[in-house]
């Protein structure tokens, strides 16, 4: 009777999205870095379409694990990877629309008795065809014992997975220490978050690409001096554990577009190149001491 149950498999007539499929997996694909992200994420999407067959072959579905746990340092691409999978889902008819919501502490945590039942639920019908992405999600488990709402949050959540198992992914996500702790912490987590996507830190060189890539986007050209520059400034950044990988590499693409802009207000008639030229002369590090 146990395979009856596995409505959370692709729909049959799913197969007319596989262009979307294909196009989204290259979007993955493109993405800075993450070669481990994009194997883990791959498999699964291998895995689904089998389900898919099998089901088709009258066979029972193989386990799977729906609900995930992302484990990374800030700006390691995890929300971006969370919306792709959603979607990707979606395309092999897993999810009905694969759109993500995205929670935190405060968004499922009540400030009184009654009110965070109520608030949790909400944020999980909003999600509910799609992924519900809960950052930080480690918040909702108390540091220092006694009463904290934050355990009912987890306490509805858990039932709210259960009753519509077959309707949403949930992703938390968070600093890997902290989401090994938050999955211990309670029996129903550990039961449904049985695999987790290790998210790794840029290298000096992927935060130079994402500068670059960034740089594409908004038509302008790192020239090859700036590269040195960038290359150089990344191997020196001190990477705590607040440091903000991408994020931090979008800043610095930012002012350099701010540098550049006051460089090229200096000239009469600047060229094309020079309009669209960043060059080692825009990256200033006392600027970028308080992009972190």
């Known amino acids: 009777a146990g395979p009856r149950r596995a409505a959370a498999v692709p729909r049959a007539g799913a197969t007319s999205k596989v262009p979307e499929l294909a196009d989204l997996l290259g979007q993955l694909d493109d993405l800075v870095g993450m070669a481990r992200v994009k194997r883990d994420v791959g498999t699964m999407v291998k895995l689904v379409q089998t389900v898919k067959r099998r089901r088709e072959a009258g066979l029972a579905p193989p386990p799977m694990s729906r609900h995930l746990v992302f484990a990374g340092n800030p700006g390691t691409g995890k929300t971006t990877v969370a919306r792709l ?133 908004h038509q302008y050209h790192v020239a090859e001096n700036g590269r040195a520059a960038l290359l150089s400034y990344f191997d020196g950044v001190l990477r705590g554990e607040g440091f903000g990988n991408g994020r931090f590499a979008r800043k610095v693409f930012q002012m350099m577009t701010e540098r550049h802009a006051a460089r090229i207000a200096e000239m009469d008639a600047p060229s094309t190149a020079e309009l669209s030229t960043l060059e080692a002369d825009d990256l200033h590090v006392d600027d970028l001491e308080v992009a972190g």
Request: hydrophobic fraction near 40%; aromatic fraction near 8%.
């Open 85 to 217: 999978y959603g979607q990707l889902l979606a395309a092999l008819g897993m999810l009905e629309r694969g759109h993500l919501i995205e929670v935190d502490r405060g968004t499922l945590v009540g400030e009184y008795v009654g009110h965070t039942a109520p608030k949790t639920q909400a944020a999980f019908r909003k999600a509910l065809g799609g992924v519900l992405f809960i950052d930080e999600a480690y918040a909702l488990v108390p540091t220092g014992g006694g009463t904290d709402f934050g355990q009912e949050a987890i306490s509805t959540l858990v039932k709210l997975m259960e009753d519509h198992r077959d309707e949403v992914v949930v992703i938390v996500a968070g600093y890997p220490d902290e989401m090994r702790q938050f999955v211990a912490a309670n029996p129903g987590l550990s039961s449904r978050f049985s695999r987790t996507l290790t998210f790794e830190d840029y290298s000096s060189v992927e935060l130079v690409q994402i500068v670059e890539k960034q740089a594409s986007r």
